[in-house]
């Protein structure tokens, strides 16, 4: 079964406008954290924001947040005022359990492109 | 700070051939972990090297396999090249004790197998 489902191959957002990518999980584990990488066509995956299962607040990091429906098991990234630069592809991972070894799932990605 | 290197950047081999790939974790990290990208997919989690073992492994076949030395390089080795591992593959280092959140990747090493 797939841990991690995003559903939206691409997106379109026009500039300075918001934006949500979706992103649903499973996992029997109560102890979780879900993450956001942004890949530009470089290939370098850059870490944008975490929620661990716990926290209490959705999390944000500047232009970035996070929309964490526990019950629903959705984690939907926001992003504020979008800029050209924020085109690339975006994928939500999560990671079961608290110890570090733990690996990261990653789901299939979202390419956004951001029109001026 | 260098961050996480990875060399080569990119690589084509021919099947059946074997491959090495390196990655320098970034400085005060001692955890490297190798991930496979096929082209349109998500990464995949390969395995983990702490302390110079490897701590966890994913649904990869023996073909594949690590070496983390002493000062937390690590290298991706993979025998008797496919022409399905042809990929992107990520190298993420972190710090065992440090945040839980915090793993930096490279820029990868894109492989050809021709």
């Known amino acids: 079964a797939q841990k991690i489902t995003q559903t939206q191959p691409g997106m379109f957002v026009q500039e300075k406008e918001a934006v949500t990518l979706d992103c649903t999980y499973d996992?029997?584990?109560?102890?979780?954290?879900l993450f956001w990488y942004k890949q530009p066509s470089s290939g370098e995956m850059i870490f944008l924001i975490y929620q661990g299962s716990y926290d209490q607040q959705n999390a944000t990091e500047g232009r970035y947040s996070l929309n964490f429906q526990k019950a629903r098991k959705s984690a939907n990234l926001v992003i504020s005022a979008s800029q050209l630069g924020d085109s690339a592809m975006y994928f939500c991972?999560?990671?079961?359990?608290?110890?570090?070894?733990?690996?990261?799932?990653f789901g299939a990605g979202t390419i956004l492109r951001v029109k001026s | 700070d260098a961050g996480v290197t990875q060399s080569p950047t990119h690589l084509i081999k021919t099947r059946g051939q074997q491959v090495t790939l390196r990655c320098s974790p970034k400085s005060g990290h001692d955890t490297v972990s190798w991930y496979q990208q096929a082209l349109g997919q998500g990464p995949q989690f390969i395995f983990q090297y702490y302390e110079e073992e490897e701590r966890q492994r994913g649904n990869f076949p023996d073909r594949f396999s690590g070496h983390q030395f002493p000062n937390y390089s690590s290298e991706l080795n993979v025998n008797a090249l496919l022409l399905g591992d042809s990929a992107l593959y990520l190298c993420?280092?972190?710090?065992?004790?440090?945040?839980?959140?915090?793993?930096?990747f490279g820029q990868g090493t894109r492989l050809t197998v021709v």
């Open positions: 996992t029997s584990d109560p102890s979780y954290g």
């Open positions: 991972a999560m990671r079961e359990g608290m110890e570090y070894g733990n690996k990261l799932v």
């Open positions: 993420a280092s972190s710090f065992d004790r440090g945040p839980i959140h915090e793993a930096f």
